[in-house]
């Protein structure tokens, strides 16, 4: 593609984090945990090309939530050209959004892409409890270890929607839908600044919440990730023997007085930006 000439210009208002600017058609390889067929992921699809991005899109096959940063290192991964009405190449993986990024850079797309943007996950991705375990967030440190810039886009549900639409062939609600249109709508314009801006190689991942509902107006902040205790989140001993995971939001923990956490954003209703650096770990 020797000519990329298209310009994408950007404003998101005043008091937003992402100002406005021009820039090239960019290149995005684009993955998720919730599947490839799952219908944030084509909201998010169809809000970038509208916007003139360039996308391949690899995802997994079936849902791979809760799998955190899992690579399939005990069994063979398979790779199938699939047709979803994108617009846009695509493939299906049968492994982890980690096995997705690392096969599609390294043996699928034809070219190098300017950045990996994973998401819209189907529920938040706040706090670390969640951030640690999330397939959605993992999607994009792979593309991170691979010294792009990286994106994960979550959208916040209540426990009613969230369980709605998690079961089997439940459509969308209108007002979930209008939500998710304006949140891919704010990730169309986020992106292209994040990534013009991003130094590679930097081991950092911009982990973005949308919150429920989110608006065309909705302001993002600045956000640490909240500190919050996860326990119990498998329920008791069932008669076979087993035990079944249960979704639990946790219990805060962060001090009083403290910067803005991204639990506290979207409850506030806004759209929370927290960077990821993974080389202040331990320093």
Known sequence: MAARVWVFCLFMGRGSLFTS????????????????DCPFLHVLVRALRGAGLELYVVA?????SWV????????????ETVERGFGCPAWSVNGTPSDCVNIALAHILPEWPDAVVSGI????????????????????WEGALHGLPAIAFSQDLSFEVFDQIKAAGSDIPREVSETLRHSAAHAAKII?????TAKRRSFIVHNINFPYPCVG?????HTVPARVIVPGIFGPQADDGTHRFVFTLG???DPPGGPLTDREALEAGFI?????DYTKLGY
């Not at 529920?123 to 993992?138: D, E, K, M, Q, R």
């Not at 107006?217 to 902040?221: D, I, K, L, N, V």
């Not at 929370?272 to 990821?276: R, W």
């Open 60 to 64: 997994p096959k079936t849902e791979q």
């Open 272 to 276: 929370s930006h927290s960077v990821l």
């Open 217 to 221: 107006e909705t302001e993002a902040r």
């Open 21 to 36: 600017g021009c820039f090239s058609t960019m290149r995005l390889l684009l993955t998720n945990d919730d599947g490839l």
């Open 192 to 196: 292209p600044r994040l990534v013009a």
């Open 68 to 79: 955190g940063a899992a690579k399939s290192r005990h069994r063979a991964v398979t790779v």
């Open 251 to 253: 219990e805060p923990v």
């Open 121 to 140: 996950n189907v529920g938040l991705n706040a706090s670390l409890g969640f951030i640690l375990a999330s397939g959605t967030i993992a999607g994009a």
